[in-house]
T-cell receptor, first 116, second 114 residues
Framework: AQTVTQSQPEMSVQEAETVTLSCTYD???????LFWYKQPPSRQMILVIR??????QNATENRFSVNFQKAAKSFSLKISDSQLGDAAMYFC?????????????FGTGTRLKVLA | DAGVTQSPTHLIKTRGQQVTLRCSPK?????VSWYQQALGQGPQFIFQ???????QRGNFPDRFSGHQFPNYSSELNVNALLLGDSALYLC?????????????FGSGTQLSVL
């Protein structure tokens, strides 16, 4: 069974600085998707970034980028130029590409605090 | 364009009671998934509905059941509530016809069981 681990319960970053959130996962599959979701106090999970395992190039979305290390099963999120609005819970998630598998497996989350 | 809407936003029940949570998917989406998020945890998959049928289920007891209607909206029912069922219940929708389909989440229903 696949697992997702986020070992940082909480992180802090100064406004305008850069922060990296860590995620490791375990799987025996060779093809899958990885995601970072943001959950602000409104509770709605918002997709931040997505990575297909077959792609070697790391995904980027504006100030958000990932460092995907497939062999190490590591998937970290880098937030550049941090803003107050980035403060939220961040969840790493895994989804298999196996036919008939639709569930997302989430980590326990990292709370990001942004200091003014 | 309305996103995923869930009702009610908060609910308080007592042990042994039954509860029904509702979800309307994002416009154009035909697939609905339900997740349970306990305090301090990540969401856990309950089940997914497509074409009015449950097509995958997570590790939840039969007390958790669901339904999808022809308009793609969905209900989550929980019978014989336990204290441990207290959690945020999230609904997510997607369009399976879209390559690289993405999940869109609602803001959830906070269920408290006393």
């Amino acid at each position: 069974a696949q697992t997702v681990t986020q070992s940082q319960p909480e992180m802090s970053v100064q406004e305008a600085e850069t922060v990296t959130l860590s995620c490791t996962y375990d799987t025996s599959e060779s093809d899958y998707y990885l995601f970072w979701y943001k959950q602000p106090p409104s509770r709605q999970m918002i997709l931040v970034i997505r990575q297909e395992a077959y792609k070697q190039q790391n995904a980027t979305e504006n100030r958000f980028s990932v460092n995907f290390q497939k062999a190490a099963k590591s998937f970290s999120l880098k937030i550049s130029d941090s803003q107050l609005g980035d403060a939220a819970m961040y969840f790493c998630a895994y989804r298999s590409t196996t036919s008939g598998t639709y569930k997302y497996i989430f980590g326990t989350g990292t709370r990001l605090k942004v200091l003014a | 364009d309305a996103g995923v809407t869930q009702s009610p936003t908060h609910l308080i029940k007592t042990r042994g009671q039954q509860v029904t949570l509702r979800c309307s998917p994002k416009s154009g989406h035909d697939t609905v998934s339900w997740y349970q998020q306990a305090l301090g945890q990540g969401p856990q998959f309950i089940f997914q509905y497509y074409e009015e049928e449950e097509r995958q289920r997570g590790n939840f007891p039969d007390r958790f059941s669901g339904h999808q209607f022809p308009n793609y909206s969905s209900e989550l029912n929980v019978n014989a509530l336990l204290l441990g069922d207290s959690a945020l219940y999230l609904c997510a929708s997607s369009d399976r016809t879209v390559l690289n389909e993405k999940l869109f989440f609602g803001s959830g229903t906070q269920l408290s069981v006393l």
